[in-house]
Structure formats: C-alpha cells, structure tokens
C-alpha cells in the first residue's frame, strides 16, 4: 500500500544537538507537511512543500528548518535542539486532485530533548 | 488569523448517549472544514468533511456559518468512538489549521 513513513519513529537527544527527522512517502503526492503536537494546543504547522522548489514557513517555523529533496522525500531539521521542542512530530501528504482536503499521515516521530 | 477551537479537551459519555463535539472557527471567507480522528496506536485520519454532507461511522457535522461552528454528532455513542478528535480548516487552499482537540471516551 501506498505509505506515509517516517524515521526515527523515537528519539531522545540532548539540548544543542543537531536533530533531523525523515519523512518518504510512496503515495506520489506534491503536497507535503510538518506538524508537532503538543497535549493541549493539537497540530500546530511547522513547514509545508508543495513541490521540491516550494518551501513555506508554518505557523511555528522558528528553531527548524527542512529540505525537500525529491517529491517522495521531506526532512525537518532541528539545528540546535532544546527542551521545548519536546513533542510528537508528524509528516503528512496531500493531493488536491484525487482527494481534496484530506491529510494522509505518518506515524508520528516522538522526539525527547533533555 | 484562521483559528480553530475546541472548547471541550475530554467529553465522556455512557454508551448509546449522544454525542457532540464542539468546534468553533474564525475565518475570512467560505471555510472549507474537516473533521480528523485518531484512534489509539492509529494514525490520524480523515472522519469527514463538510463538503460531502456525509455520514460516516454515524457521525455527521453541520456547518453553521451564522455561528462559525462546524460541531460533530452522532445519536448514539459505541465505546469504538472512543478517541481523540480534531476540527480542522483548510487554510485558503496552502495548509491546514487544527483545533486543541477533544478526547472522547464512551464509557460502557
């Protein structure tokens, strides 16, 4: 089946390290997404892409960054980890032709910076 | 800004009660609105969307643009509903804007 996959699945690291997580899918999708969420406050945008040449800051850009370096493939970057950015991160695709509106989602990547 | 809210953090009710979960938007312009689902060790999904008016697992949601409110129901609650729920906007066609969410638990 078509997936939405994500890697590392955990993570634990500590303040000031450098942190990327991955993001392929297989479902042939442009538009691709980060979101983290947190208990209380649910998905909050980091970045989204809607081709390898569009990159667009969400609502919680500062302290990440990402690279898309193919269609299939969509990196979010944690330069200088801290504390705070203590979350379950999720990557997601969409299709505004075959299915508009619907967000197909990874399993998430649990990330711990202590 | 697009906002979503979502009063409720964790609504229980008993099985076969009514059920809804409130969602709340402000938006300029006519929203496109979703509903998402997260059921334990699953992945967030799609419920359903207001375009289609459709009722999916017995839930249906009504946009209300009088009241800005795009609130989720269904008549009568399975212990199967139990999980965690967002309201989400589709923001000018870019990107999507979710609410808190609300954890259901239908209580047996």
């Known amino acids: 089946d078509a997936d939405v996959t994500q890697t590392p699945r955990n993570r634990i690291t500590k303040t000031g390290k450098r942190i990327m997580l991955e993001c392929s899918q297989t479902?042939?999708?442009?538009?691709m997404y980060w979101y983290r969420q947190d208990p209380g406050l649910g998905l909050r945008l980091i970045y989204y892409?809607?081709?390898?040449?569009?990159?667009n800051k969400g609502e919680i850009s500062d302290g990440y960054s990402v690279s898309r370096q193919a269609q299939a493939k969509f990196s979010l970057s944690l330069e200088s980890a801290i504390p705070n950015q203590t979350a379950l991160y999720f990557c997601?695709?969409?299709?505004?032709?075959?299915?508009?509106?619907?967000?197909?989602f990874g399993e998430g990547s649990r990330l711990t910076v202590l | 800004a697009q906002r979503v809210t979502q009063p409720e953090k964790l609504l229980s009710v008993f099985k076969g009660a009514p059920v809804e979960l409130k969602c709340n938007y402000s938006?300029?312009?006519?929203?496109?609105l979703f509903w998402y689902v997260q059921y334990s060790r699953q992945r967030l999904q799609l419920l359903l969307r207001?375009?289609s008016r459709e009722s999916i697992k017995g839930f249906t949601a009504d946009l209300n643009k009088g009241e800005t409110s795009f609130h989720l129901k269904k008549p009568f609650a399975q212990e199967e509903d139990s999980a965690m729920y967002y309201c989400?906007?589709?923001?000018?066609?870019?990107?999507?804007?979710f609410g808190p969410g609300t954890r259901l638990s239908v209580l047996p």
């Open positions: 997601a695709t969409s299709d505004e032709t075959s299915s508009p509106g619907e967000l197909f």
């Open positions: 479902k042939g999708h442009d538009r």
């Open positions: 892409s809607f081709d390898v040449k569009d990159i």
């Open positions: 938006y300029s312009g006519s929203p496109e």
């Open positions: 207001h375009i």
């Open positions: 989400a906007l589709e923001n000018y066609g870019q990107n999507f804007v």
